[in-house]
C-alpha cells in the first residue's frame, strides 16, 4: 500500500522504494501517514466551515 501512494501521490518509482533499506522505507512510510493525517484534518476543518 505504501509503495502504492508512494508512487501515485509523489511519483517515486516503485523500484526506488523496493531497493530502499529498511530505515528509509520507514521514513517514507511515516511522511506518508503524517502526510494523509494532516490531509485529514484540513478536510474536516474545511466541512466545519
Do not use: C, T, W
Amino acid at each position: 500500500m505504501f509503495a502504492y501512494l508512494a508512487f501515485v501521490k509523489y511519483h517515486m518509482r516503485p523500484s526506488v522504494f523496493a531497493d530502499m533499506d529498511m530505515n528509509e522505507k520507514a521514513v517514507v512510510i511515516a511522511f506518508i501517514q503524517q502526510h494523509a493525517k494532516d490531509e485529514q484534518d484540513e478536510m474536516k476543518k474545511a466541512k466545519r466551515g
